[in-house]
């Protein structure tokens, strides 16, 4: 049973360019978190979706940052004009429903800014 | 959101000392998760904590759930070096959606 996949593992972008990273959550799981986490830091919650639906967006950024669940396909989030300050790891949680299940986490992407 | 407090942030002992770390919480909570995570690695789920005063226990890790439902623990007896990691308490969301309110997390490091 594959887990939650996340690529790529590495990101290397400069100041003013997009990043794009994807999710795949584990077969059969519908729901779909996305965390940061800074290092030194625990992980912060920045967004939950389920298919085509955004649940939860509180966590995060107003600008330049939005995430999607497509009916086919991996869960993406998209950061936009990228500046120093996103530099982070980016984790991907998958759960098979609604209520307090356990999240299963991918490896996360390591987003670098130059 | 139902923020927590870890403590301590760090914690270096010997192998075969037990180790202790605490989650605190200003209101109640309806439940806590634990995850462990390696360096370099991601969060692995540990245990759910739900039930008022509820303890757990998985081999050498006890968990703990206060009365009050406002404070967690988890204490490792014997430590190994496959005990290092970052351990973290996260209560999960319950007005919308599932998230999770990760704790900042204890750093274990066990020195044989």
């Known amino acids: 049973n594959a887990g939650v996949m996340q690529n790529p593992r590495h990101l290397v972008r400069r100041r003013g360019q997009e990043a794009r990273l994807r999710c795949s959550p584990m077969?059969?799981?519908?729901?779909v978190y996305w965390y940061r986490q800074l290092p030194e830091e625990g992980l912060k919650f920045m967004v939950y979706?389920?298919?085509?639906?955004?649940?939860?967006e509180s966590g995060m950024p107003k600008e330049r940052f939005s995430a999607e669940f497509p009916k086919e396909g991996p869960s993406i989030l998209r950061i936009q004009q990228v500046v120093r300050g996103d530099s982070a790891a980016y984790f991907c949680?998958?759960?098979?429903?609604?209520?307090?299940?356990?999240?299963?986490f991918g490896d996360g992407t390591r987003l670098s800014i130059l | 959101g139902q923020q927590v407090m870890q403590i301590p942030q760090y914690q270096h002992v010997q192998e075969g000392e037990d180790f202790t770390t605490y989650c605190n919480s200003s209101?109640?909570?309806?439940?806590i998760q634990w995850y462990k995570q390696r360096p370099g690695g991601h969060p692995v789920f540990l245990i759910q904590?739900?039930?008022?005063?509820e303890v757990k226990k998985q081999k050498r890790l006890t968990f703990q759930f206060g009365e009050a439902k406002k404070n967690s623990s988890l204490h490792i007896t014997a430590t190994q070096t496959t005990d290092v990691g970052t351990y973290f308490c996260?209560?999960?969301?319950?007005?919308?959606?599932?998230?999770?309110?990760f704790g900042k997390g204890t750093s274990l490091l066990v020195t044989p």
């Open positions: 949680a998958s759960s098979p429903g609604d209520g307090d299940q356990p999240q299963h």
């Open positions: 077969k059969g799981h519908s729901h």
């Open positions: 979706l389920q298919k085509e639906n955004i649940i939860d």
């Open positions: 209101t109640t909570l309806s439940n």
């Open positions: 904590l739900v039930k008022s005063g």
């Open positions: 996260a209560p999960q969301r319950t007005n919308s959606g599932y998230a999770l309110n």
